[in-house]
């Protein structure tokens, strides 16, 4: 016992012996889990780093692909220009009416949905097979279907309208609030799946002893929803807010192929706003000043996200 | 004992580390390697990389290429570049050395942005000099819109300029005739809207419905500047007559079009219950494909009604034009001269593309047989003008769009007419005053 504990404390403390080596091999795991995740380092300093880097200066220069003369530096008159007197915060505004409108159509219809698919029912795999194929189409072909179906000469809403011997003819495309509602219903239509997938996942991993002891003491459906499932689902739900608040700051894919931006500005988000001016207008330091602006009033969600998935 | 056992553990450890270095290693050079990989240089003498976009010009293109490269053993290579993202993947490439393309296709409306952006070769003095492509039977307007500050920096491939199109069962059985006025123009828009047709097909849309009104404004003798300078006409009075024209028609117009542009006009001209638009030559091949359209041989081209002897109409087209970065410029001129040569119009129409608007070709019976539309596009070419090429022109498209079709969205009844072109035409004005701010060469 005592050569052991001896042997146990010569280990642990003594020095000299085995307590330099392994520093050495401490020093040598260090360089080789450096060696082992350099070149990670190196890729994501090129492809995220590198990138921001650049933006940021370019978003100080008068950079223009079009421009005969060499690029120079102006300092913020981008973004006094572009952010601040701009169009931007119009555009701010419909980007959080599209990422306001499509949170409050995703999360409650994607939490029947997942409450609908958690119950024994037949069928469910079809179900399930369905509900997920909008979230593998590709959102530009999403786009210009529902622009077709939206059309108000040759589209399914005219022959619907048609079929209900409305006499209005329906230009959802032409009338700015329509436009809009129009961009919510098909980026909810999208990502519906991905928040059902997403929260009957978290509806699996609730106890089911919860619900049988909740329903012992006689709890009622919304008792249960409010007092269990949804408590009991909050990060799950947190990160699905996070992760579809991010997807839809950017969107740029429907508003490009179902409205371009119209009727008007009236759907002219930050993604679209960026893209007029890099690749309509070729103004890069105006576009970059535009995507940085982006960058950092997205800074609290970025911050939101980082607290949800660390919870 | 001990000590042995210590190294055998050192050596087993750095035996175990030398072969995840070794990965990294080998990792570390294929990612340098292969990120090197992709900057070596294309086109040499002997190939030449063409960027097209997709349309029936770039289809006669590449049904010519296989003769030429049989002829010149010059290998020619098509990258299709998508129309949204062309000049600015075209002016992308020409900033790197050896990248630029060799043989570039782009629409007029590109042309200051390419040739500014120093994308574009000169190629006036090899035009001029070239006996096949017989630079002499081009309409002097029809040079200029390949121009540049005077500097040819492309060959027209195709002049597409805005003509009247109109219905010819519709205006048959209405017994209307083809307007040459503004003022018959909008009768027959009543007419056949009192019909139940569509009287008119103009675009309203947020990206390029400018075009259009633009096309009113010149046709009525209007300009976007006054003169040569950069000072904003659109509150001139033609301009403002133009554009109560133009939104008067909004009720008549369907819908479709009403959200878009050109594209959008075609189709609902195509549906056959629309009288009359005016629109360019290059929809043609759409209008009259019966896979795609129900009125082949029922429609008919004119000149565009005008307010007097000032208006003019647009010139659009696809132009062509020599890489400035082309590493084999000879072997891309080649190719030029080769497909745009005279005797080769043929192949363009064959393929449903519109030509070049050659003088020769009002002469030309057979062309004339299959394009029956020629002498409006020859006669709108010669009173055609293009719009101020500055590089601020996309700009100010977008720009006039989005006010224009902030307008439509109001439909403003008739009464309301004059006070909704005027509150669009200053509106437009200041626009534009803010776009060509410090700019005084227009």
């Known amino acids: ?311 | 004992m001990e000590q042995s056992a210590s190294a055998a553990r050192r050596s087993g450890r750095a035996a175990r580390l030398k072969v995840p270095l070794a990965v990294v290693a080998v990792a570390t050079a294929a990612l340098g390697i292969a990120a090197c990989s992709g900057s070596g240089s294309h086109g040499g003498g002997n190939s030449i990389t063409v960027a097209v976009s997709a349309s029936p010009s770039a289809t006669a293109l590449e049904a010519l290429a296989p003769a030429f490269e049989k002829k010149t053993g010059i290998k020619v290579s098509f990258v299709n570049l998508p129309y949204a993202q062309l000049a600015a993947k075209v002016l992308l490439s020409s900033r790197e050395p050896g990248h630029g393309y060799d043989v570039i296709q782009f629409d007029s409306p590109m042309l200051a942005s390419l040739a500014n952006g120093g994308a574009l070769a000169d190629i006036g003095p090899q035009a001029r000099r070239s006996a096949s492509y017989d630079y002499a039977d081009i309409p002097t307007q029809v040079q200029q819109y390949a121009q540049y500050h005077g500097t040819t920096y492309a060959l027209p491939l195709s002049t597409e300029p805005y003509i009247l199109w109109y219905n010819t069962r519709l205006f048959s059985k209405l017994g209307l005739k083809p307007p040459t006025t503004w003022p018959q123009y909008v009768n027959d828009a009543k007419k056949l809207s009192a019909a139940g047709f569509y009287g008119n097909d103009s675009g309203f849309g947020s990206q390029i419905g400018a075009y259009y009104w633009l096309e009113t404004i010149y046709l009525y003798g209007g300009s976007l500047f006054s003169g040569s300078t950069c000072t904003p006409a659109l509150s001139s009075p033609a301009a403002q007559a133009a554009t109560r024209t133009y939104l008067s028609l909004l009720g008549s117009t369907p819908a479709t079009a009403v959200n878009g542009g050109g594209n959008e006009m075609t189709t609902a001209f195509t549906q056959g219950n629309v009288g009359q638009m005016i629109n360019a030559t290059g929809y043609y091949s759409i209008m009259a494909d019966p896979s795609q359209s129900k009125i082949p041989g029922k429609f008919a081209g004119a000149l565009p009604p005008t307010a007097g002897p000032q208006g003019h109409t647009l010139l659009f087209g696809w132009l062509i034009g020599i890489g400035k970065n082309s590493s084999a410029p000879s072997s891309a001129w080649k190719f030029l001269q080769f497909a745009l040569a005279k005797s080769n119009t043929s192949t363009f129409i064959a393929k449903g593309a519109p030509p070049a608007a050659r003088t020769s070709l009002l002469d030309d019976q057979a062309a004339t047989k299959q394009l029956p539309y020629l002498p409006a596009l020859i006669g709108s070419a010669k009173i055609g003008v293009h719009l101020p090429y500055i590089t601020q022109m996309p700009q100010i498209i977008t720009s006039l769009s989005q006010l224009l079709s902030q307008a439509a969205t109001r439909h403003p009844a008739a009464s309301q007419l004059g006070q909704a072109a005027n509150a669009l035409t200053s509106a437009a004005d200041s626009s534009l005053k803010s776009i060509m701010s410090g700019v005084d060469s227009c």
């Open chain 1, 1 to 311: 016992m005592a050569t052991a504990l001896a042997k146990v404390t010569s280990r642990a403390g003594a020095p000299g012996g085995q307590a330099p080596r392994r520093a050495q091999g401490g020093r040598a795991q260090r360089w080789a889990g450096a060696a082992l995740t350099g070149p990670v380092w190196v890729l994501l300093a090129a492809v995220i780093l590198a990138p921001l880097v650049v933006a940021i200066y370019t978003s100080l220069t008068n950079d223009n692909l079009a421009a005969a003369g060499p690029t120079q530096f102006v300092g913020g008159q981008n973004y006094h220009s572009q952010v601040l007197q701009g169009s931007f915060w119009q555009s701010a505004g419909i980007t959080v009416i599209i990422m306001a409108g499509s949170l409050l159509v995703q999360i409650p219809v994607g939490y029947v949905l997942a409450r609908a698919l958690l119950h024994p029912l037949r069928g469910r795999a079809a179900f399930r097979a369905v509900i997920a194929l909008p979230m593998m189409l590709t959102p530009v072909a999403v786009g210009l279907m529902w622009r077709f179906f939206a059309d108000p000469d040759l589209g399914v809403i005219r022959a619907i309208a048609a079929g209900l011997h409305t006499s209005s003819n329906p230009n959802l495309l032409g009338t700015p609030w329509e436009a809009l509602v129009l961009i919510v219903v098909v980026n909810s239509w999208i990502n519906i799946p991905f928040v059902t997938l997403v929260l009957l996942a978290g509806m699996i991993g609730i106890e089911q002893e919860l619900f049988e002891a909740a329903a012992v003491d006689g709890a009622g459906w919304f008792q249960v929803e409010r007092r269990i499932t949804i408590p009991m689902l909050g990060p799950a739900l947190a990160a699905c807010c996070v992760l579809r608040m991010a997807a839809d700051y950017r969107m740029f894919d429907l508003v490009y192929t179902i409205t371009q931006g119209g009727p008007g500005t009236s759907t002219l988000n930050l993604s679209m706003l960026a893209y007029q001016q890099s690749m309509v207008y070729f103004e890069i330091g105006r576009a970059c000043a535009i995507a940085v602006a982006m960058a950092i009033l997205a800074l609290p969600a970025y911050w939101l996200f980082a607290k949800v998935t660390r919870a």
